[in-house]
C-alpha cells in the first residue's frame, strides 16, 4: 500500500527478479536512508521544517513532502509512519493546511494533540524537531468541500482537535471566496484550547461569509455542550450542509440533534480518528471478532485463540506448530486487544502483527484474514 | 540415548527458559532495530560491491574480492537476515519488509517452501525421524532409527553432492523425493510446488547465470564463473554450519511415539539436546547467522538471533541445573564430528558396533 513503486512494466519486471520483492525501488532504501533520506522509496520522506504550539498539549507540523508526493483535497488524512524504539507505527492525522499552501510553497501541515495513553502522540510531540524525516502515505480520504457552482450554506460542528479539517475547509472556502453563509460551532475546553486560534480569528475577521462560535465546556459549563440553542442560533441551519468532526460524543450528540431537526444524512459528513485506546487491565479474556477480508463477525469467550476462532467461522488460515514456534499462523491485527498465551502480556490496541494460534482476545478484535 | 526428566523437573525447566524469553523480549527495541538495519546495509554494500568488482575480474586478485563480496553478500542474506527474519524474529518491528510471512531471499528455496518445512516440520519435530525430514535431508542416514542399506555405503558421495548444490537441495526439500520414490505419493501431487521451485530457482539462475554476465558482455566468461564461485562459497559454508547445528556426534535423536501428547518442557528438552552449538568469534557467529548459537535457536526461533551470544551463559547455566548436555565445541572440532557421523553411519550396523568398540 504505501509502496510507491508503480508497476512499470518491463523495469519493474526485472526488478522483481533480481532484488526478489514486488517492491524493488526499496531494495536500496536501507542505504539511501543514510546517504540521503529523502531518497527512500518504500514510503514518502517528509522532511519536518518546524514545529508550532498551538496549545499546552497540540502541536502544528509543517511538512515538505519529497517530489513523490501527489497532493490533496481539503478534509483529507495521511498516515505518519515513524520508527519508535524499533518499532514502526502508523498514526493517521488530518491535514490541517490548505491545498493552496502545498501548490504555493509545497508544504502542508498536521496539527497533533497528545492523545492521553498515547505513545506515538506523546514520542512526537517529545522528539520530532526541524530536520527530521519521517514517512507519509498519499493522501485519503472523502470529507470533500461542497463541489464549486452553486454555494450551499455550510454548518460546521467540530470539537477539541476535530477541527484540523475544518481549517482546511475554511481557508480553501475563504479563497474561493465562497458566498454562501458558512457557521462553525467549535467546542472545546477552555478558550486556551482553542487549535488553529489565529487562522479562525483572521478568517472571521476578514471573510463576512464565516461566523464563529467557540464554547469552552469547562469553562462555561453545562450551556456551553451543543444544544438546541446553539443550533437555533444558526439561521436556516436544517437546510445546510453539516460537516461533524470530534470526539465520539460530540458526534452522537450532533447526529441525534440534527436528525430530531430532519436534517437529512446525505446532509452530513462526519470523519474522526483519534489514537486507538488500550482496554482496561482487568477486561475478561474473549470479545466480539470480526474477520474483516471475510466480513465475519464471531463473538469468542474464555481463553480461546484466535486461530481456534478463525477455524470455528470456517476460515482457513495458514498454520504449523499452534504451538506458536514457527509464526505460519501471523497475520495482521488491525484492531483490538490480545493477549499473548506464552507469555502473558496484552499487545498494544493498534494494528501490528500476530500469531493467531497463540493470541486470545482480550476485548473486541478485528483481524486482517 | 534420551535424557531422562521428571515431569515436575520438565515444568520447571520451562519455568527456568520462558522466564530468560520473557526478559528478552521485553527488552526489544532501538538496539535490535539498529542492529538488523546494519547488517542490511552491510548486505547491500557487499552485494553491489560484488557486482561491481566482477567484471573486472580478468586481474585476478579483484576476481578474489568480488566473489568474497558476492558470496559474503549471499550468505549474511541468507543466514542473518533471510533465515531470521522469516522466522518471525523482527516481526514485531511492524516494518513490511523484514515481515516474516512475506520475506523472499536471495536463494532457490522460496520463502514459503523454507517456512512450511523449515520454521514448521524442523522447528516443531526437530531430530524426531520420520517427521523431521532436515534429518539428514532424506538422503544422508545419521542414526541407526533408519535401517542400513548397501547404497548408504556411498553416502559421503551424497553428502558432497549435498553441500556442492545446497541451494537446489533444500529448494526441493518440500518435493519428499524419498516419498515419491516410495510410492507414498505422486509427483502431480506436488505440482503447485513444482511451479514454485521453478518460478524461484529460474530467477535465482537468470540473475546470477544469464544477466548479470549478459550485461557485461566482453567479459561474461569471468562474471558467470565468479557468480558460480559466491554461490559455490554460500552452499558450502551454509550447509556446514547447518550440518553443525543437529549432525554432532551427541546430538540425540527421537521417535514420533516419544513426542506425543508433548508438554512444553518436554518440547524444550528436545530441543536442548537436539541442538549443537560451536564457537568462534564475533563474525563467525555473523556470518552463521548465529546458527553457531543453534541451541538457543532452536529454544527461542524467534528472538532476533544477535540475542543469542548474550543469553548463551544462561541457558548453558539451565542445562547444567538440569543435568543436561550443553553440547558446544570450536567449529572444527565439531565439524570433525560431523565428518564422522556420515561417515560412521555409512557403514552397516554390525562393523559400526565393532569399529566404534575398538576405539574406546
Ligand atoms: S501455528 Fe506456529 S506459530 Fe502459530
Known sequence: MLSTIRSQGALHWLGRQLFNRDDPGAFFDPLLAVLNPMWVRGFVPARLLDVIDETADTRTFRLRPSARWQGFRAGQHVNVIVDVDGVRQHRTFTISSAPSQWRTDGTLTLTVKRHPGGHVTHWMHDHLRPGTILGISQAFGEFDLPPSGQPKPLLYIMGGSGVTPALSHLVSLAERDYRAPVTLLYYVRTQADVIGAETLYALAARWPALSLHVFATEEQGEAALLNEQHLDAVPGFAARDAYLCGPPGLMDRANALLARYGVQEEQIRCTFFSAPTAVAADTPLGGAVTFARSDIHVDSDGDAPLLEIAEAAELNPAYGCRMGICHQCSCRKTEGTVVNRLTGKASGPGEETIQLCISVPQGPVTVDL | MTTQLTQSQLDDLARDLDAIRDEVRADLGERDARYIRRIIRLHRTLEIGGRVLMPFGFIPPVFVAGVASLGVAKIIENMEIGHNVMHGQYDWMNDP?????????????????????????????????????????????????????PWHLLQFINYLMLTVFFQWGVGLHELESERIRRREIKLSDKKAFLRDFFRKGGRQAFKDYVF????????FPIVLAGNV????????????????????????????????????????????????????????????????????????????????????????????????????????????????????YSLPDRVRVKLEAQAV
Open chain 2, 212 to 219: 548479470f554476465p549478459a550485461l557485461t558482455f566482453p567479459v
Open chain 2, 229 to 344: 564461485c559466491a554461490n559455490l562459497v554460500r552452499n558450502l559454508w551454509s550447509s556446514t554450519v547447518i550440518f553443525c547445528g543437529h549432525f554432532t556426534e551427541d546430538a540425540e535423536t527421537f521417535s514420533e511415539a516419544s513426542i506425543e501428547n508433548e508438554s512444553r518442557g518436554q518440547w524444550y528438552l528436545r530441543q536442548l539436546t537436539g541442538s549443537s552449538n560451536f564457537t568462534g568469534g564475533k563474525w563467525v557467529h555473523i556470518l552463521s547467522g548465529h546458527l553457531s548459537h543453534q541451541i538457543e535457536h532452536h529454544v527461542f526461533p524467534d528472538i532476533p538471533a544477535h540475542r543469542y551470544r548474550e543469553i548463551a551463559p544462561r541457558v548453558e547455566a539451565v542445562c547444567r541445573k538440569y543435568g543436561l548436555k550443553y553440547n558446544t565445541g570450536s567449529f572444527g572440532k565439531q565439524y570433525w564430528t560431523v565428518l564422522k557421523r556420515i561417515a560412521h
Open chain 2, 97 to 149: 519488509s523484514l515481515h516474516s510471512q512475506t520475506y523472499e531471499w536471495d536463494t532457490v528455496c522460496t520463502g514459503d517452501s523454507w517456512r512450511q518445512t523449515h520454521n514448521y516440520e524442523h522447528h516443531t519435530y526437530t531430530n524426531v525421524i520420520g517427521k523431521d525430514r532436515d534429518y539428514g535431508y532424506a538422503v544422508l542416514r545419521l542414526s541407526d532409527d533408519e535401517k542400513w542399506k
